[in-house]
C-alpha cells in the first residue's frame, strides 16, 4: 500500500523555464511533508518542508504547495538549472518526529 | 550542516556471509537513526527505527533476526546483514536525527551485492 505516490517517473524541462514535480498522498493523518532531492548512489538531500498549517513554503528558487483537501502537494523549481537534475522524492510524517514515508520519486532533467 | 557518514560505501561478499555497515554522525549526537533500502527505481523504505541505548523498532516484513541493528552510542548505529543472500542486494541508507531538531541528515548510502 502506496501512501505517498509520486505519478511521473520523469520530467524533463528546459533550462531557465518551471520544474513542477507532484505528489499525492491517502493518509490523513499526515501533516508535515519534505522534498528531497538524490543524486545516484548518494544519500538524499533535504530541500525544503511544510506543515499542515501553511499551504504555501517558499525557500530561493524552490517552492512548495500543499492542497490538503486533495492530498496534494507539488514542489517548483524556477529558473530551472542543469544541477537540478536528480531524483526528487517527496515524504510524509505523522508530525515533524516521526518517521517518513517517502514516494516512488520522480527523475528531473533539466536541458540547455 | 549535519554530516553522516556510512561505512563501506559498497561491498560484494558471498551468499551465506554476513556484513556489517556503520552509520555516523559526525557533528552531532543522534538519538535516533533510521535505516532505509532502496530497491532500484523504487522509493526508500524504511526498515528500522534505533534509538540510542535500546531495541530498534523493526517496521512490518523486517525480519530483525536477519537485520541486526545496534545503536550503542550516540553517534554510531550499524546494520548486520546475517546470512546474506542474493535477495538483499540493495541500497542501503541511513540516516540521523538531533534530539532537538526533526530534520534527518542522510548518508551517502552502502551499495550491496550479494553473490
Known amino acids: 500500500d502506496q501512501q505517498v505516490k509520486q505519478n511521473s517517473p520523469s520530467l524533463s524541462v528546459q533550462e531557465g523555464r518551471i520544474s513542477i514535480l507532484n505528489c499525492d498522498y491517502t493518509n490523513s493523518m499526515f501533516d508535515y511533508f519534505l522534498w528531497y532531492k538524490k543524486y545516484p548512489a548518494e544519500g538524499p538531500t533535504f530541500l525544503i518542508s511544510i506543515s499542515s498549517i501553511k499551504d504555501k513554503n517558499e525557500d530561493g528558487r524552490f517552492t512548495v504547495f500543499l492542497n490538503k483537501s486533495a492530498k496534494h502537494l507539488s514542489l517548483h523549481i524556477v529558473p530551472s538549472q542543469p544541477g537540478d537534475s536528480a531524483v526528487y522524492f517527496c515524504?510524509?510524517?505523522?508530525?515533524?518526529?516521526?518517521?517518513?514515508?517517502f514516494g516512488t520519486g520522480t527523475r528531473l532533467q533539466v536541458t540547455l | 550542516g549535519a554530516v553522516v557518514s556510512q561505512h563501506p560505501s559498497w561491498v560484494i561478499c558471498k551468499s551465506g556471509t554476513s556484513v556489517k555497515i556503520e552509520c555516523r554522525s559526525l557533528d552531532f549526537q543522534a538519538t535516533t537513526m533510521f535505516w532505509y533500502r532502496q530497491f532500484p527505481k523504487q522509493s526508500l523504505m524504511l526498515m528500522a527505527t534505533?534509538?540510542?541505548?535500546?531495541?530498534?523498532?523493526?517496521e512490518q516484513g523486517v525480519e530483525k533476526d536477519k537485520f541486526l541493528i545496534n545503536h550503542a552510542s550516540l553517534t554510531l548505529s550499524t546494520l548486520t546483514v546475517t546470512s546474506a543472500h542474493p535477495e538483499d542486494s540493495s541500497f542501503y541508507i541511513c540516516s540521523a536525527r538531533e534530539l532537538l531538531y526533526n530534520e534527518q541528515f542522510f548518508g551517502p548510502g552502502t551499495r550491496l551485492t550479494v553473490l
Open positions: 534505533s534509538n540510542e541505548g535500546s531495541k530498534a523498532t523493526y
Open positions: 515524504a510524509a510524517s505523522t508530525g515533524t518526529a516521526s518517521k517518513l514515508t
